[in-house]
């Protein structure tokens, strides 16, 4: 049979990149990762996978995000026993990662079914446990870069630094037909490059048949800012949150970014660029990463990450009692905590004490998908729900897009531009409609074939040839437009939100009375 490739996650929407390779001799994943966004998409993680698990030869990651390596403990509870083949600081990531990832599940779950109890609806089982976490961890073989190695019959890849998060890959793939060998790349998320952490993405130099790229800030133009103007940059919001007179809270990837974020941090500080005070790292998988990074971290011959252990400022707050402590901390201080889009982890419960107070700041520093509590606050609502409660946003609310991991528009178009000749179809996954379509139109005007340039959609198939790719009719387990969009959740929230401020501004009993007897009446029509 020809080679066939299906995109099962990732495709019109950021997260979950799931790409399954199929041959006439092996079937291999490209990452296996969870969504995140709006409840809609999140509920496909508890769906089946729409191929047998027994089937899959290996899996190849790219890099240890949760929206890329998240459902392999549930791969191998649905059968999978193959090789996970990734690099060494990918595995040491995933360790901790996968780990908390279940417990966070196990959490959500124990949370979710006593409201659901009290209300009459159905237990949930957890995807996985962080049992099941560790009991996937042996399958993983650590690769080198820019190293071939065969993974599969008839099917051999070689990772390249992608220059995203520490282990991050491009994965060239390689597959053995009678026309000749038919060649992949697939970049996973690419690094902005310039950074002094991390170096700049690289890849094969000669041509490949078909190229798969991210495109998460493909309709993003980001200022050329060297690591001064960032620290800079990082001062100045500081300042402002110190002068607004209340602590600085700081929703953060536990990977990668808080660690950039705690360097910067204190090296701006013991500068006198910004106003000293405690800075508490309130996640555990983050405290865990710190480790790792002051192992492995940076691309400098001395590690850029030892000095957050040497000043002595940061305070690590593992334990659940250590992290209620902070409620009653007063002045000036900063908070990190996870999850990054605001929608899990320890740092709901300080937006649930500080959103309202008009001497907060909270300071997002990472993209925030669709439909995520981080993306509300981003776009300005003034009214929020926090494991359904209401919360009036009166702190500031302050984005930084300087910290981003991620390549913009132009340094994705340089990226492909590196990789030509490319003979086949150039695919582009992991990106919102927008950035998916600004970065079509970039590479159009750069002189790519509109034609060879397909946006997958979810479940959708291609069969490969070297020089062009076949679409499938697709059968999605979710339609585009349901992909990218705010869901009935979203919208249930914002109607709730809505008639509370509406009985809130009513003049009396009796007008609020007239309003739910017209709500009341419009439903009993509806």
């Keep these: 049979m020809k080679t066939e490739l299906t995109f099962h996650g990732a495709a019109g929407c950021v997260t979950g990149f799931c790409a399954r390779i199929r041959t006439g001799r092996a079937t291999v994943l490209v990452d296996c990762g969870l969504f995140q966004g709006s409840k809609t ?59 908390d990832c279940g417990h966070i599940q196990e ?111 493909g309709g993003t133009e980001r200022r050329p800012c060297d690591p001064v103007e960032r620290r800079q940059a990082l001062a100045s919001e500081i300042r402002k949150a110190h002068q607004a007179g209340g602590p600085l809270l700081m929703p953060a990837f536990a990977v990668e970014r808080t ?33 790792i990074f002051l192992e492995h ?16 400022r940061l305070r690590y707050l593992e334990k659940p009692q250590e992290s209620d402590s902070l409620e009653r901390l007063k002045g000036w201080h ?33 993209f925030q998908a669709i439909g995520t509590l981080g993306r509300l606050l981003q776009e300005g609502r003034q009214t929020v729900r926090i494991q359904g409660e209401p919360y009036r946003v009166r702190a500031s609310i302050r984005s930084l897009d300087l910290y981003s991991g991620h390549a913009d528009g132009p340094a994705l178009e340089r990226w492909v531009e590196a990789r030509k000749p490319i003979s086949g179809s150039l695919f582009l996954a992991h990106g919102e409609p927008d950035s998916l379509n600004s970065l079509r139109k970039r590479l159009i005007v750069d002189g790519f074939d509109a034609d060879r340039i397909a946006v997958p959609s979810i479940d959708q198939s291609f069969t490969l040839k070297h020089t062009a790719a076949l679409a499938s009719a697709a059968q999605p387990r979710l339609e585009a437009s349901a992909a990218a969009e705010l869901d009935w959740h979203n919208a249930r929230s914002e109607l709730l939100n809505r008639l509370e401020d509406r009985l809130d501004r009513a003049g009396d009993d009796a007008s609020r009375m007239r309003l739910i007897e017209k709500l009341g009446a419009d439903l009993q029509d509806a």
Excluded at 299 to 308: H, Y
Aim: aromatic letters at 6%.
């Design 41 to 99: 998409l999140k509920a496909l993680n508890y769906q089946a996978f729409p191929f047998d698990a027994k089937s899959i030869d290996a899996v190849l990651l790219t890099h240890a995000h949760i929206d890329h390596s998240g459902q392999l403990p549930k791969l191998m509870k649905a059968g999978f026993g193959g090789p996970i083949y990734a690099t060494s600081g990918t595995r040491a990531l995933c360790e901790i990662m996968l780990a």
């Design 259 to 291: 660690q950039e974020l705690l360097a910067d941090l204190v090296q701006v500080i013991d500068a006198g660029d910004a106003p000293a005070g405690d800075i508490f790292l309130d996640s555990p998988l983050a405290i865990k990463a710190c480790e």
């Design 107 to 217: 959490s959500e779950v124990e949370h979710l079914n006593r409201r659901n109890e009290r209300r009459g609806r159905d237990l949930v089982e957890p995807i996985y446990t962080a049992r099941d976490a560790a009991r996937v961890m042996p399958q993983f073989q650590s690769v080198d870069y820019e190293s071939w190695i065969d993974v599969a019959p008839g099917v051999r890849a070689r990772w390249w630094n992608a220059g995203h998060i520490l282990g991050s890959a491009s994965i060239e793939v390689e597959i053995e037909e009678e026309s000749g060998p038919l060649r992949l790349m697939f970049s996973g998320d690419l690094g902005p490059g310039g950074r002094d952490y991390l170096e700049d993405p690289k890849g094969p130099s000669q041509g490949v048949d078909h190229l798969v790229v991210e495109s998460t800030y």
């Design 297 to 312: 971290g940076g691309a400098e011959t001395s590690n850029p990450f030892a000095r957050i252990r040497a000043a002595g």
């Design 334 to 366: 900063i908070i990190l905590a996870g999850s990054g889009m605001c929608d899990a982890g320890r740092v709901r419960k300080h937006l649930k004490r500080l959103l309202w107070r008009r001497e907060a700041t909270v300071l997002l520093s990472g």
